[in-house]
């Protein structure tokens, strides 16, 4: 009831990336906001989603939750940001439901939330959901991604630390 005797998980070492959602993965260079395209939050991929399952797309602990957004910390200290939609920001959170919170520690592919497409789409807003390594520079050397069809949970590349 109130969790006595739960054990907590732990974080493990895990260098794959899985797709967060369903839908047709793409290079980070095509999607419509150049922020995320010119890599100035890290390099990564994207996905064009056709389902509403969200899931974690790396092992870690879950370090930002905001409407549109979740960070996690890989154990290598890889930073990772999934950002659901382009501008979906000015959505206060409405088309997503996440069930983590700040301080989670997930495994790759363990159910994150939902996500109400249409929502995004009625707003006129691209649906299109990016994975970044935000600390890129300092700690990435080696990202490999397999571009194409996915299913959310199935592995789509893997990304080294320094």
């Given at each position: 009831m109130f969790g006595f005797g739960k054990k907590k998980k732990e974080l493990i070492?895990?260098?794959?990336?899985?797709a967060p959602v369903s839908g047709e993965l793409v290079k980070l260079d095509t999607v419509s906001d150049p922020i995320f395209a010119q890599k100035v939050m890290g390099d990564g991929f994207a996905i064009e989603p056709?389902?509403?399952?969200?899931?974690?797309?790396?092992?870690g602990e879950i370090t930002v939750k905001q409407g549109h957004a979740v960070g996690f910390k890989r154990v290598d200290g890889l930073e990772v940001?999934?950002?659901?939609?382009?501008?979906?920001?000015?959505?206060?959170g409405a088309p997503f439901t996440l069930k983590v919170a700040v301080g989670d520690?997930?495994?790759?592919g363990d159910e994150l939330g939902k996500a109400d497409w249409s929502q995004v789409e009625a707003a006129g807003l691209p649906k299109t959901t990016m994975v970044l390594v935000t600390n890129t520079a300092d700690k990435l050397a080696h990202l490999t991604v397999n571009y194409g069809?996915?299913?959310?949970?199935t592995?789509?590349?893997?990304a080294q630390a320094k």
């Amino acid at each position: 009831m109130f969790g006595f005797g739960k054990k907590k998980k732990e974080l493990i070492d895990d260098s794959k990336l899985y797709a967060p959602v369903s839908g047709e993965l793409v290079k980070l260079d095509t999607v419509s906001d150049p922020i995320f395209a010119q890599k100035v939050m890290g390099d990564g991929f994207a996905i064009e989603p056709d389902s509403g399952k969200i899931l974690s797309p790396v092992a870690g602990e879950i370090t930002v939750k905001q409407g549109h957004a979740v960070g996690f910390k890989r154990v290598d200290g890889l930073e990772v940001l999934l950002h659901l939609g382009i501008d979906t920001v000015s959505l206060n959170g409405a088309p997503f439901t996440l069930k983590v919170a700040v301080g989670d520690i997930v495994e790759a592919g363990d159910e994150l939330g939902k996500a109400d497409w249409s929502q995004v789409e009625a707003a006129g807003l691209p649906k299109t959901t990016m994975v970044l390594v935000t600390n890129t520079a300092d700690k990435l050397a080696h990202l490999t991604v397999n571009y194409g069809p996915t299913t959310a949970g199935t592995v789509v590349g893997e990304a080294q630390a320094k």
